[in-house]
Structure formats: C-alpha cells, structure tokens
C-alpha cells in the first residue's frame, strides 16, 4: 500500500532506539525525509547514519524552551514540518504508593509534557501543510495492570489530551491519535531483561493474559503509526489504537 508519505518531512521524538527509531526507519522506507531526535548527542548521529535520516536535532522535549529550538531547527534545515511523532516515554517508577511530588512531576514532565511541548511548538508548521500527529502512549494508562502508578496516571492524561485536543487542532488543519503499545520487546528494553531473568515466567503470562501469546515489535508499533500520519488515515483524528496482541479487556 502506497501511503503517499514520499518527501514529507517527519520529526520523530525519542528515536534513537526501540520503537522511536523502527517508527523513523518505516517512514524513511516510505520516502519521508526524517528527523530523528534525541536528549543528547549520544547515539544521535549514528542513528541518523543507519536509518538514512534527513537529520538529526538534539534536544530535551520536555523543556518547552528545547521544544520550540527543535522545531526552529527542522524549519531552518528542511523548510517545513508535515509529521509528529511523540515517542519519549518512560515507565521507569517507584512502587505505588512511595511517589512524591518530585516523582509526579518528573513522570509527567517524560510521559505527558514532553509531547504537549513538541505540540504547541510545531503546530503552526504542521497546520500550513495538512499535518498529522501521533502520540505513543500504553496500555498502561487504560487498565490497571500493575504498571507504576506515575507512569499509567501520565499515559491515561496523555490520551485525555489527544481526545480533547483533536478538534482545536482539526481547525488548524492537523490530525492527532495515539497508539497504545502492549508489551513489546527490542534490544534493551524492560521486555529484554525479563525473558533473561524468567523467561518462563513471562511465557506463562503471556498465555494467561495475552490472546496471541506473544510480544511485540517496535515495527508493529511503527506500522501502524506510519498509516495514521499517511493520507490513507485522512478521516481519522482523536482516536487510540490499541496495538497489544489481545491483551486489553475493557
């Protein structure tokens, strides 16, 4: 399927690794001129060399000073902003219960802040050319499912957001959804050290909870976020997709 993304400028937050940097190799594939990003210039680069990235910007997303540079950057390098993606997440917590106000600020600041910053920074660009956003939440933040407590209050706000934001960005000709993962595993991830600690622990719980018994992939998240910021998804805004094998009830 064609999705009509050949030399439409995307920033992609937050991907340098994981599902960021398979969400920026899709949509390079699809012939999107991308940005990749990330906090520092570690890694920075050598992610733009391998994805074949258009450029890289270094930057802090959940300062809103960072955010408005970044932007500023991508206008200055590329001429014009057409894709969204906010990926910068983090579900790294303490226990519920032991959370104070420097947890809850810094848990918002990763998983909420940091998407509503690139937002307002980067909406009047995308409004000139039809744009679209996509936000990577959780499943976390739609059921209890043992998650911090910081974290899936933060991912259940964020998609508050994308709801309530998509028909103030609509009048400024921008589409917003979310995609909520499930458990998903890559090269350093939570998923990764939990097969190598238990690894029969995690396939019992797969088979209790999940209804295709296994754990994802960062280009299946990348699938379908490359189809809701493509034409093919014209009439589609401020909606959620679960993307979690079958493991959501509700």
């Given at each position: 399927?064609?999705?009509?993304?050949?030399?439409?400028?995307?920033?992609?937050?937050?991907?340098?690794?994981?599902?960021?940097r398979?969400?920026?190799?899709?949509l390079?594939?699809?012939g999107?001129?991308?940005v990749?990003?990330g906090?520092?210039e570690?890694?920075?680069h050598?992610?733009?060399r391998?994805?074949?990235?258009?450029?890289?910007?270094?930057?802090?997303?959940?300062d809103?000073?960072?955010c408005a540079?970044?932007v500023?950057?991508?206008?200055r390098?590329?001429?014009?902003?057409?894709v969204?993606v906010?990926?910068?997440?983090?579900?790294?917590?303490?226990?519920?219960?032991?959370?104070?106000?420097?947890?809850?600020?810094?848990?918002?600041s990763?998983?909420?802040?940091?998407?509503?910053?690139?937002?307002?920074?980067a909406?009047?660009?995308l409004?000139?050319?039809?744009?679209?956003?996509?936000?990577?939440?959780s499943?976390?933040?739609?059921?209890?499912?043992?998650c911090?407590?910081?974290?899936?209050?933060?991912?259940?706000a964020?998609?508050?957001?994308?709801?309530?934001?998509?028909?103030?960005?609509?009048r400024?000709?921008?589409?917003?959804?979310?995609?909520?993962?499930?458990?998903?595993?890559?090269?350093?991830?939570?998923?990764?050290?939990?097969?190598?600690?238990d690894?029969?622990?995690v396939?019992?719980?797969?088979?209790?909870?999940?209804?295709l018994?296994?754990?994802?992939?960062?280009?299946?998240?990348?699938?379908?976020?490359a189809?809701?910021?493509?034409?093919?998804?014209?009439?589609t805004?401020?909606a959620?997709?679960?993307?979690?094998?079958?493991?959501?009830?509700?």
């Amino acid at each position: 399927m064609d999705l009509g993304l050949e030399g439409r400028v995307a920033l992609v937050t937050g991907s340098t690794r994981g599902i960021g940097r398979a969400i920026a190799q899709r949509l390079v594939r699809e012939g999107a001129q991308v940005v990749v990003n990330g906090r520092s210039e570690d890694g920075l680069h050598e992610a733009q060399r391998e994805i074949g990235a258009a450029a890289a910007v270094a930057a802090d997303v959940s300062d809103a000073k960072a955010c408005a540079k970044l932007v500023k950057e991508v206008e200055r390098s590329l001429g014009r902003l057409d894709v969204l993606v906010c990926n910068v997440g983090s579900g790294a917590s303490v226990p519920p219960g032991q959370e104070d106000p420097a947890e809850w600020q810094r848990m918002l600041s990763i998983n909420l802040f940091s998407a509503t910053n690139a937002i307002a920074a980067a909406k009047p660009l995308l409004g000139a050319n039809g744009g679209a956003i996509v936000c990577i939440s959780s499943i976390c933040g739609l059921e209890a499912l043992g998650c911090p407590l910081a974290y899936s209050a933060a991912k259940s706000a964020l998609m508050s957001y994308v709801r309530g934001a998509a028909r103030e960005l609509g009048r400024s000709n921008v589409r917003i959804n979310a995609v909520a993962p499930g458990n998903i595993v890559f090269p350093g991830s939570v998923w990764e050290k939990k097969l190598t600690d238990d690894g029969a622990a995690v396939q019992g719980m797969l088979e209790r909870e999940v209804a295709l018994r296994r754990l994802g992939t960062p280009e299946e998240i990348a699938d379908m976020t490359a189809f809701l910021v493509s034409k093919r998804s014209a009439f589609t805004t401020g909606a959620v997709f679960v993307v979690d094998g079958g493991q959501v009830r509700s």
